[in-house]
C-alpha cells in the first residue's frame, strides 16, 4: 500500500496567483495548493472564472438594469447585467451603461451587411469599414466622413502649424490644420515644403477686389494686361502706410509674347567704314514692331558712340569765295569722315545757305540786242560776294564781244598755280530751261578746287537718280573713293552734274557749262529714267521712243565733238517699283504695281541699249545687275520705289568701277 497521503501529494500544487476575470481590474486572486490539487482531480486546469474579493462583494450589490436601445426612434429596452455593470466599473465608468440594443433592433442589426466607405482624406485611396452597430446607430443611414486606418494613425504624429501670409508685405500667420497636412501627405507632397496660404485678413480684402484692365507699358501699344486681384493685394500690403499705391507697369500678353520670342541680334554700324557691331535688342525689336518698322534701324556701335564724345562741334569756312561766314561741322559727320579718311566737306554757311533760299533766278535784257538771259542763283551769290560780275549781254553778243577783243599776251604760268584751271561760262543755252538754268548741286566752288587739282576727272552727268537728295546715300560719291582705291596714284574727282528733271534734250543744252569747262577724262551719263517719266506722260508714250533714240545718238555726237573728247559710259539705272497712287510707304508690299510704266520702262531701257551699242558706247545695265541674283536681293538694295539704299548705292558704283578698269576708260 502507497505511503502517499493527500497532505504529501499537496506539495505537488503550490500555492498560485492570476488575474481577476473582470475586465479592467488589476486584482489577483489567491488559488491554494489544496485548491488546485482538487480541482485536478475534479478534471479541471484552470481557475480563469474567478473574480477578486473586492469584485465579487461589489457584485453581489448589483442589480440588472434596463437600459434604452440604442437605435435611433427604438422605444425598446435591453437588460444590462451585473456582470456587464461591474466590468465598467472596472474600467472606470461606474453608472454609464454603454450602447446596447433591443432584442429586435440586435435581430435586425444582424442582418446588415458592413460595405466598406472610401476615407474622407482627399488622395487617399483607402476605406474603412461601416460596422453593422455603426449603422445601427446613424441617425441619418448614411456613412459619416472618417479617416481609413492608415490616415487615422499618421494624423496621431501631427500638429496643427503656422506658417507665414504668402502676400509680400504682410507679416501675419495662417494655420495649416492636421488634416490639411494629411491631405498635403497624400497628394505626394512633402511637408518640408508647404503651400502657399493666405492669412484670414488677406483673403477677405482678396475677395473683395476685382480685375482691372491697365495700358500695355510699351509705348505705342493699344491693348491692355489684366491687373489681377492678387496682384493688386501684393501691391496695397507692401506700399507704406499713408502712401498711394501705384499701380506696376507691364506688357500686354501680345507684346510680352513677341519679347519672349524675339532674340536680341548684332546689326552691323551704320557709319560706314566702321565693322563694329551694335546690340539691336528685344526691347528695341518691339518698339520697331509695333510701328510697322521689322527691320533693324541704322544705328552705331559703341565703339563710334565713345569716339562721338571725344569730338566737338567745329565751325568751318564757308565754301563761296570771298564769304567770311562759317557753317557748323557736326561731330558725327567728323566722325563718318574720319572712318572713310575724307577731308571735311565744302559746305555754305547759314547766310548763304539762306540767300539761297530766298531768291529765284531772274530774267534780264542783253544791253546790246535786248533778248532775255537768266541770272542764276549761284550767279547771284556770287555777285553779292563780289566774286562775279553782273551779266550784260546774251550768249551770242557775248561771243561777238570777245571775238572782237584783241588775243591776250602770253602769260607764263607761276609755278604755284595750279597747271588746270576751270572757267564756267556765265551764259547759254541753258538758260533757256528753268530745268538748266542753276548750276547743278553738285557742282560747288570745293568740287570746282579739287577738279583743278585732280589728276583724273569724271563728270557724271545725269537726272534725279544721280542728283541725289541731300544728306541720302549718293552713287557718285562712292564711285569717287571706289575709282580712288582702283587708282592708288594721283587724285581722281568726281564731278556730280545731275539735275533732277532733266532729260536728255536738257543735257545737250548744259554741256559747255557742266562738262566742257572741266575738261574731263571720262563723263558717265544717266538719263533713262527721266526720259521714261517725260514720255509717260504723254497721251502714246511708245511714239516716244524714235524720239529718245535720236537724242541719244545726238547727245554722244555733241560730246565727242568737244574739243578734247572724254570717254564715254553710258549707266542704265536701278530698277523701279511704280505703285498706283503715286508714291507709298508701303511700296515694297504693294501688290498693285503700275504694270504699264513697268512695261515701257523696260522699252526705254532697251533703246538706249540698242543706242549705245550702235554709238560704241560702253553699257552697265544696273537694272538687270539688280535683279541678276532675284527680286528679294533686287529689293534689299532699294531704299524707295526708285532710289537706291546705301547697298545699292554701293553696288552701283563697284559695277561702274569694273567696267571703267576693264574697258580702258580711264588711265
Known sequence: MSSVTFGSLGEFFPDTEQPCRIKGCKNKVHISGERSMYSKADGRERHDRLMCDECFALFQTLQDQEVPCSTPGCDGKWTWNRFQQLEAHARGKDGEPPHGFCDKCHAAMKQKEEPQVPCRIKGCKNTWTWTRRMQQESKSGKPPYRLCDECFRTMQTLSDRELPCRIKGCDQKVVWTKTQQLEWLKSGKSLDKPPARMCPDCLKKFAELKPIEVPCRIKGCKNTWTYNAYEQLEVLKSTPEGQEPKTPQKMCKSCLDFFNQAKDQEQPCANRGCDGKWVWTRAMQLGGHLHGHDDPPYHICPTCQERLKTLAPKELP???TGCQGTWTYEPAEQLKDELLKRNPPRRHCAKCQEFIKTHEPQTLHCEKCGNELNWSVQEQLMTELGTFQKPRFCANCNTEELASMPPPASVVTPANLPPFVVKVPTGGAWNDSPVTRDWPNGMTQEVIARMEHATRRVVCLGDCLTAAEPNAPSWVDELEEFLN????????????????????????????????????????????????????????????????????????????????????????????YPQKGGENDAWRVNPAPDEALL????AVLRTQRACAKEDEVTVVDGKALFELVGAKAALAGMGAWNRPNAVGCENLARWLTDAIANNGLLH
Not at 485 to 501: D, E, H, M, R, S
Not at 505 to 526: C, G, I, T
Not at 532 to 559: D, G, W, Y
Request: overall charge negative; some cysteine; proline content about 9%.
Open 599 to 602: 512695261a515701257f520702262y523696260d
Open 485 to 576: 582705291a582702283k587708282y592708288a596714284t594721283g587724285k581722281t574727282v568726281v564731278l556730280n552734274a545731275g539735275i533732277a528733271g532733266c532729260t536728255t534734250d536738257l543735257a545737250r543744252l548744259r554741256l559747255p557749262r557742266d562738262v566742257e569747262a572741266f575738261v574731263p577724262q571720262l563723263v558717265v551719263f544717266s538719263f533713262a529714267y527721266e526720259d521714261t517719266m517725260k514720255a509717260a506722260r504723254t497721251a502714246n508714250p511708245a511714239e516716244e521712243l524714235p524720239k529718245m533714240a535720236e537724242s541719244f545718238h545726238a547727245l554722244v555726237r555733241q560730246l565727242r565733238a568737244v574739243p578734247e573728247p572724254p570717254q564715254l559710259l553710258c549707266l542704265l539705272p536701278n530698277p523701279i
Open 318 to 320: 564757308c565754301c563761296e
